[in-house]
């Protein structure tokens, strides 16, 4: 049996994706189990919140799905036992372009998680603040979907946006 990966999106900036996505795959590696966070955000926040020099990057998610490196490649340690990160980096600002033309390319993500076969319990993809291909990937290769939400009346429009997103794939 596989590990459990869950996607952390939603299209709105600013409402607790990768504090969300850091803090629940830092206290789960503080539990025991193994984890792995894969930053599919150009910001790469969760990369330097996970204490990753952005400045040491040498592979990244973008290698993965973008040029087609296994994503074992980029995974990397983080000084929390158990915790470890794809990185994300500034090349991937650009890859949604670069997607259009590639094959499958909403499924990237997912043919290169099958092919690393991890052996953790637990994979997050912290996702960038949108609908486009990068979230899809996270989407279409995750069981499970956590959209933090603000308490807000635009928050739930932004939900009932992302819902219909997630029904087409």
Known sequence: MGPQILAVANQKGGVGKTTTTVNLAAALAEMGRRVLVIDMD?????TSGLGVDRRTIDTSIYDSVVLGRPLADARRPTP???LDVVPSDI???GSEIELVGLARREQRLHYALDAMQPDD???FIDCPPSLGLLTVNAVVAAQSLLVPI???FYALEGLGLLTHTTALL
């Not at 150009?42 to 969760?46: D, E, G």
């Open 91 to 93: 090349a991937l600002a």
């Open 42 to 46: 150009p910001q790469a926040n969760a």
């Open 80 to 82: 929390i036992h158990g």
């Open 121 to 123: 319990d637990y994979v």
């Open 150 to 152: 603000q308490c807000e």
